[in-house]
């Protein structure tokens, strides 16, 4: 369907045509009807017209026939015939129009007037009645002397011109008044479907004048019918999806020329440290030094930049097997030891040995390290961060608790948004602000929940098991902007 206007017309129209035509041919049959038994009630009323003019004396029958009351049996053009016969088949009395010629009776004459259609003497196509009548008129009247009426068959036979004229006439009108109620049909049809499609074209008149720059929190469109009332709410749903989706593209392009200029400006000055301290080899290889490590903090930012884009794109899958969770939890928390030291943080694992779970080992193994780097590196200095495995009836909880004393709870919507991070922790050039983020897609890929929690001063984030169909947790997924605006909508 191109088009609903033309597809509604067309309906409309064809609709009619098919109405139209088939009351058209309903009158039409009625009425020829009705005008074919009048045409034959006057052939019987010429019947009587004869029995009024027949007469019995004694045995003999006349009747008292005038030309100048029955011009069109004495015509030559177009001439009516008739025929008197007596019930033996007798005649009586032809019409002068049929010469030497005799009307065909296909059976015998009754009492009731039989009708048919036949050719008459002439070739024209007539239509033809006979009756028998017994005679009225018989004279002597009363006594004993008084005759028995005679029968005579009456036959009269005329031309179908005017019952063909009549029937083309009736014909030409109904024709003529269908394509006139046709003809205003569409024009009424025309003027409904163009009313009825008005408030859509003011839906793209309005959104047409959306621009990308100014997206409108809704569309004000007034007295629009109720059909495209969900149209209207679903495109403002869109509009704010869209507006949310460019205000995080937004913020994410400033996050990330924040966090790309910080590493760019340290590589400029150590550079140029590096080229006018060129005689001092240790200052040389001290700047260099540090030259690779902002690039490859930088590399590491843009590689999970990367991962992340394929997340979202689903360009990546997952797969379950079974994890020794002890030995990654250890593994990862070697690998902290350092930093827990020289934050005098303690750390308490509580993930018995050999404990085992299922699911996407790569994808787990990061979002674990996150959680436990996260918990030491932003845990309250002298503090003590815990890490537990629950499991029961086939599903586990993993979850890292430390002390948070600047978190607020509002702060739980926004912990997995690129690049967030307090700003107290915006110092710490070691960090990304990434992690959460891809945490959280990385578990929606790999059917895993991810869970936040701030009881007082206490934080706590859990990584679960969780449904096959790949959804985050409730939490995660209201930190998540998208998934915020798709709640909105």
């Known amino acids: 369907m191109n088009s609903i206007r033309s597809y509604l017309l067309s309906r409309l129209l064809i609709g009619a045509a098919i109405v139209i035509a088939a009351a058209g041919f309903g009158v039409h049959t009625i009425v020829t009807r009705l005008i074919e038994e009048q045409f034959d009630q006057n052939l019987v009323s010429r019947i009587q017209g004869f029995a009024s003019i027949l007469f019995q004396v004694e045995n003999e029958v006349s009747f008292e026939f005038s030309d100048e009351l029955m011009p069109e049996y004495e015509r030559k053009e177009l001439p009516a015939y008739f025929e008197l016969r007596f019930d033996d088949g007798r005649l009586i009395e032809p019409s002068n129009s049929l010469g030497e010629g005799r009307l065909e009776l296909p059976k015998p004459a009754t009492s009731e007037p039989t009708f048919w259609s036949a050719a008459l003497p002439d070739g024209r196509p007539g239509r033809f009645v006979v009756q028998a009548l017994e005679l009225h008129h018989v004279y002597p009247e009363e006594g004993p002397d008084r005759p028995k009426a005679a029968t005579v068959v009456v036959a009269i036979a005329r031309g179908r011109e005017e019952l063909v004229a009549a029937e083309r006439q009736l014909l030409l009108g109904c024709v003529a008044v269908a394509l006139t109620l046709l003809a205003l049909l569409g024009t009424l049809a025309w003027l409904a479907v163009n009313r009825g499609l008005d408030p859509a074209n003011r839906l793209a008149s309005a959104l047409d004048d959306i621009e990308i720059d100014r997206l409108p929190e809704r569309l004000d469109i007034s007295e ?10 679903k495109t403002d749903a869109l509009i704010r999806r869209v507006d949310s989706a460019l205000e995080r593209e ?7 020329a924040h966090e790309l200029r910080t590493p760019i400006s340290e590589i ?12 001092d080899k240790a200052k040389s290889s001290e700047a260099f030094q540090t030259i690779r490590d902002v690039a490859s903090r930088m590399g590491r930012s843009v590689s999970t930049m990367l991962k992340l884009a394929r997340l979202e794109s689903g360009s990546e899958s997952s797969d379950s097997e079974s994890i020794d969770i002890s030995d990654l939890v250890s593994e ?7 930093v827990a030291r020289d934050r005098n943080v303690q750390i308490q694992n509580g993930v018995r040995a050999g404990s085992s779970i299922r699911g996407d080992r790569g994808a787990l193994r990061i979002v674990v390290s996150n959680l436990l780097s996260n918990a030491v590196y932003y845990s309250t200095r002298e503090s003590t961060v815990r890490c537990q495995l629950e499991q029961s009836n086939g599903h586990w909880q993993l979850w890292v608790e430390n002390e948070a004393a600047d978190l607020e ?3 739980l919507k926004t912990l997995t948004e690129p690049f967030w991070r307090k700003d107290s922790a915006r110092a710490d050039g070691s960090r990304s602000g990434l992690g959460l983020a891809l945490s959280c897609a990385l578990a929606e890929r790999s059917g895993m929940q991810i869970d936040f929690d701030l009881d007082q001063t206490t934080f706590r984030a859990s990584v679960r098991s969780g449904s096959s169909n790949g959804q985050s947790a409730a939490t995660c997924a209201e930190s998540t902007p998208s998934a915020q605006v798709a709640k909105e909508s």
């Open 224 to 233: 629009l019918p109720r059909e495209l009332k969900p149209v209207h709410a």
């Open 250 to 256: 937004r913020r994410t392009t400033a996050d990330i």
């Open 268 to 279: 400029l000055t150590v550079s140029e440290v590096a080229l006018r301290c060129d005689h």
């Open 332 to 338: 990862q928390l070697r690998s902290l030891s350092t």
């Open 409 to 411: 709870r509002a702060d």
